[in-house]
């Protein structure tokens, strides 16, 4: 199937959230391999041991500007993914419009994708656990302490580098998701049109990211300048 209008994607998503009491949504603009950043470009890497020291210099390093941050892995884990650093962590929304953003937000005149995930049953509460140390991959929803996250209704699956496969193993060929996963092509030609759509439903950077940076790439679409 293929998106071209936003009614197309609304009937998709009412589809898709019948089935399931805890439907989450991820757009990008590649096909497949739903793994998260610190996995893209090796999956075959135990990242596991680099990650702990990335987090623990993270802490350590920013710790004047994490003063009102917990401090467990797990949180620590999403705060450092928030700014940047690359993490087992893979984004996604409960709003099904948030992922068509994402999925259509770099404009490219070619075609993107949106994933759904019934998740309920790989839903946890994680955060009394050691995300280094999970026995599969699992999907929370994270503390609502952030403006980005309420704004884009964030939840993350949390990645587990898997020795039985060695190595980690996509969403899409896990055999604890691939049977609630569902893939929707978004037309490249319909991402712009899209986007506009969208804004005048009050989806744009402006309101998914509700900082300074999210204004002036608003202001600068709105006004055509990029």
Known sequence: MTINTLN????????????SKLMLFRGQSVKGN??????????KYDSTQLERTM????RLMGASLLLDIEKSQLE???VAQHFGL???????SSNP?????FACSDEKDEDAFVYSLGAETIAQDIFDKDPFSLPRTRIFQPPMNNPRIIAQQGWFTVH??????????????????????????????AKKDLLKTLAGHGISSHTLFPDLNGLTQHLNKVHALS
Do not use: C, H
């Not at 197309?8 to 089935?19: R, V």
């Not at 419009?97 to 953003?101: A, I, M, R």
């Not at 609630?180 to 092509?185: A, D, G, P, R, S």
């Open 8 to 19: 197309d994607f609304i009937a998709w998503t009412l589809e898709n959230q019948s089935k």
């Open 34 to 43: 739903l793994l998260p950043s610190i996995a893209r470009q090796n999956p």
């Open 55 to 58: 987090l623990d210099q993270f």
């Open 76 to 78: 620590l884990l999403i």
């Open 86 to 92: 690359k993490t087992r962590l893979l984004d996604w």
């Open 97 to 101: 419009l948030v992922s068509l953003y």
């Open 160 to 189: 587990k580098y898997a020795n039985a496969s060695d190595g980690f193993v996509p969403l899409e060929r896990n055999k604890d998701t691939k049977d609630y996963l569902e893939e929707v092509k978004i037309s490249g030609s």
